[in-house]
């Protein structure tokens, strides 16, 4: 029995009352344009102070209105995070275009079946 | 045996102590509590230094350049190397460099051109490929993937499990079944690049580790030539078995380190923390807990490093190797355990690196042979061949 390898749950608007409500808990986040075209992947790890919240409502002071997004809560956020950037990699060919900036030190290679 | 350190293995041992200390100490409390990397300029500026202290590549042989240390020496180096939070299984994050894996030294001379020599250039890395979904203590019998001979090599069909870096790496040593009849006599180790067609890695596996992840491998029709048998054809299991039990002297020294540093910082808390009007060191309680820790330690690094030295002097150490693994992951489990009690609340959080050692610590128990198998190998030594 494996784990969900791609994150499919429904898209919600990027706004304070949404981000307000987000569990103060570890795991992994992505952020999509209006369209749904994934721009960011992102782990609430343990030096966020409110997990997923305080990480959400920096997205939105740092982006503004219009995105939107989804989260996971996952005590293995980390390797959750790698495992989600390399399936993005394998699915579009590339990294989200804010991850590509500044990608992690090292990236694996995922062809899943 | 006498294992107190001689004067230049304690010279050695503090530079190292040192190093934990002043250079990765500071540079991990700025990164997230499960990170196993570090920023790409801060690991060359410590690779640099470790060269400098003449230390990188130290479990390189001396003939392929290594620095020529001694496994006792390397025993207590790896000890030191393991205290601090990701310690248990990224050693001062990698930056003493690493030798790859010890099978590819017994490569022929076209196969070290094109991977020994790579890898200890840091160009190439690499991943070992044993454990199966149908098992991985009995590897003999749960080995199926299949090797089978066709157009001058041989053709890869099967699954692998729990493999580390297999999504990073350019080569591995995977163990595939070439004779169905034979046990383990039928078993056959390749290199395989992993830009072979036929060779995926088909997800990652989550586990206790947050830092860090194994993956699940995929060999459908796999073609590689003769080119890429390690050794010889049937005889793979040799290789693997002799990489087991090797590892697991170093694998238990990584345990006493962490067990080191768990111990040092409850004796800390508990001469500083108090309850009722009375410190923690004062509770029998506690200190029935601290003195179970020292005896847990002391117990894992005699056996470790008795293991070394019959290694180090050329004698059998399977059995030797078994006890050290065995103490220090059991051991080493329950000093921190023992450790997080002792911090109660302050034991639990990520603010500190208890609860990552405690996860990662499970994990030994497990990995590179589980407990139950290091005593059916102890076992059967005391009570004599005819249990095999």
Known sequence: ?113 | MDFEPSEEQQMLIDQVRRFVREEIIPLEAKLDPDASELEPADHKRLVEKTKAMGLFGIDIPKEYGGPDIDIVTRVLLAIEMAQHRAGLYVPCYGTFGGAGLAQIFEANDDQKERYLYPTLRGEKKTFFGLTEPSGGSDPARAIQTKAERKDNGWVLNGAKIFISNADRAQYGIVFARTDASKGRAGITCFIIDTDTPGFHVRRVVHTLRSSHYATELEFKDCWVSDHQVLGEVNKGFAVANDRLTRQRIPYAAGCIGVAIAAHEMAIEWAKMRSTFGEKLANRQAVQWMLVDNEIDIRTAKHFTLEAAEKARRGLPFRVEAGIAKLTASEGGGRVVDRSMQIHGGMGMTKDLPLERWYREMRIRRVGEGPSEVQRMVIAREILGSNLR
């Not at chain 1, 569990?23 to 966020?48: C, F, K, M, N």
């Open chain 1, 1 to 113: 029995m494996s784990m969900r390898l791609r994150l499919d749950k429904p898209w919600k608007p990027l706004t304070a009352e949404e981000a307000e409500r987000l569990p103060g808990q570890l795991g992994i986040y992505q952020i999509a344009d209006a369209t749904g075209t994934v721009l960011y992947i992102g782990e609430a790890g343990a030096r966020s102070p409110f997990g997923l919240r305080s990480e959400l409502q920096s997205q939105l002071a740092e982006r503004g209105a219009g995105c939107q997004f989804r989260v996971e809560v996952n005590q293995q956020y980390r390797s959750r995070w790698f495992e989600l950037l390399m399936v993005h990699q394998h699915d579009h060919g590339a990294l989200p275009p804010d991850n590509a900036k500044n990608p992690p030190p090292v990236l694996g290679r995922l062809s899943p079946a």
